[in-house]
């Protein structure tokens, strides 16, 4: 049997390849020049091969086998080439390269890609989306009141083509390597129920490629728009959670605001993602009675999460110790963008006390925000910025908020993704290793869901074909 090839990051710069000319006449993305290119284990790319079985294998696969020390720290990622069986969307065994595999069995090639976890954007706006038109910046009002204003005269404009612009956002999404998400949809008195209607056509049409939760989001507030009914009628059209928007500066009364809507779900059997904007001493009221409720109500205890939360960037140390121990012991979730600002989210902190943390790119271009990418590994390079985690080990470890913590390698330099039985999903990018791939934000040049190709592509010999198995 032959043994899986070794490459430490040191191995893989000295020996490191360039991807040819080929890599861009196929559609591919080019690699960022101050990257490294990968050692590419059979000629470049040409014409790029989809595989339409079940079963198969991929060939030269670089996967993270562990982390090299010195003085007891990180500094390199030890890798290797395997090759990965995939039966029915999920990986059936993993193999070292060049072990002989069973005639007739398809085999697709890596070419020394590295493979990542699947991206994860939960916390975006399928629903209304500037995406696709031509440029238009957004008009701003002086606050939330204001811009729900605005919003009310622009949506009649947005929604008959909400699922065309909706499909054209996860085609995006894909070439960035998501195919996981929550998706925020307008519920209010001007869309009514037709928002969600046409996010869930557009869903159904990528039910292969992408898994996404909706979120039943009282854009115009719950209480002041008067949405209770349409809210539950979302839920019994599939949605999985309720929103919410600041209590107070939106609905005027915290309480019944917060209480109406963790009546819905627990009416409903829904979970709870609540956009929280507002600072002290609102905000901060409303994260307290967040928490407070669902410590009183046991059966949303790891269903409830709390978007933005702004005020946390405001609170001491113990406070926040506090607040984060009640989040983790409950199971509250923190959604962030990542917002630049006068105050730092304390993202690290929370991690730190348990609470499990997610990001996404809220406003992909819009009337509230214009700057979104739908690229959830340029969010996990943000966070390595924001929170200087510069070295080898922190900047692996700041792929987790894109992946749902699902990382390669554990604290410990063991393999914990990819294992045999899990979903056949994930991204082939240009770089040596996890933290590379962070710091340099390589192209994605296949992306995987449940073993089938939903973005780019596979290589293949120099004759052009398919390379045979055995």
């Known amino acids: 049997m032959t043994m899986p090839t070794p490459n430490s990051r040191r191995a893989f710069f000295s020996a490191a390849g360039k991807l040819t000319a080929a890599t861009a006449l196929t559609g591919l993305a080019s690699v960022p020049a101050t990257a490294a290119a990968p050692v590419l284990c059979s000629p470049a ?22 982390f090299e020390y010195e003085a007891g720290k990180v500094i390199d990622t030890r890798t290797a080439l395997y090759t990965l069986e995939i039966r029915n969307g999920k990986i059936d065994r993993i193999l070292p390269q060049g072990t002989s595999m069973p005639a007739g069995i398809p085999s697709y090639d890596a070419q020394g890609l590295l493979l990542l976890p699947a991206l994860r954007d939960m916390h975006t706006h399928l629903d209304k989306t500037f995406y696709g038109e031509p440029w238009q910046a957004p008009r701003r009002g002086k606050n939330i009141v204001e811009m729900i204003a605005i919003e009310e005269k622009l949506i009649p404009r947005l929604l008959p083509a909400s699922q065309a612009r909706a499909e054209k956002m996860i085609a995006l999404m894909h070439s960035k390597g998501t195919t996981i998400a929550r998706s925020h949809c307008n519920i209010d008195p001007v869309s009514g129920l037709k928002s969600l209607e046409h996010l869930q056509l557009a869903l159904a049409k990528h039910r292969n490629s992408l898994s996404c939760e909706i979120v039943a989001f009282p854009q115009h507030g719950l209480l002041r728009s008067g949405i209770e009914p349409l809210m539950r009628e979302a839920v019994q059209m599939g949605v999985q959670y309720i929103g ?101 989210m304390p993202l690290p902190q929370m991690a730190e ?118």
Request: hydrophobic share 40%.
């Open 353 to 470: 006390k348990g609470v499990f943390l997610m990001t996404g790119t809220d406003s992909l271009t819009d009337h509230w925000l214009p700057f979104g990418t739908g690229d959830m590994l340029e969010k996990a390079n943000l966070y390595a910025q924001l929170y200087r985690q510069l070295d080898e080990f922190q900047l692996s470890r700041s792929l987790a908020i894109a992946t749902g913590n699902v990382l390669p390698l554990n604290a410990q330099g063991q393999r914990a993704w990819p294992l045999p039985g899990d979903s056949a999903s994930g991204v082939l990018v240009a770089a040596s290793c996890s933290a590379e791939a962070v710091a340099r934000l390589p192209a994605r040049t296949a992306v995987l869901r449940d073993g089938r190709v939903v973005y780019g592509g596979f290589g293949r010999d120099a004759v052009g074909k398919v390379k045979a198995a055995g």
């Open 45 to 66: 790319f040409g014409t790029l091969a989809v595989p339409g079985e079940r079963h198969y294998a991929l060939t030269h696969v670089r996967l993270e086998d562990g």
């Open 244 to 344: 919410g928007l600041d209590p107070t500066n939106v609905d005027t009364i915290m309480e019944k605001s917060l209480d109406t809507t963790f009546r819905l779900a627990l009416d409903t059997g829904a979970g709870i993602d609540f956009h929280l904007h507002e600072a002290a001493p609102t905000g901060l009221a409303a994260v307290k009675y967040i928490i407070k409720q669902t410590e009183e109500n046991p059966k949303l205890r790891g269903k409830v999460t709390i978007s933005h939360a702004f005020v946390l960037a405001t609170l001491d140390d113990d406070l926040l110790a506090e607040l984060g121990g009640r989040m983790a012991a409950q199971q509250i979730s923190l959604a962030s963008t990542l917002p630049l600002g006068k105050g730092v």
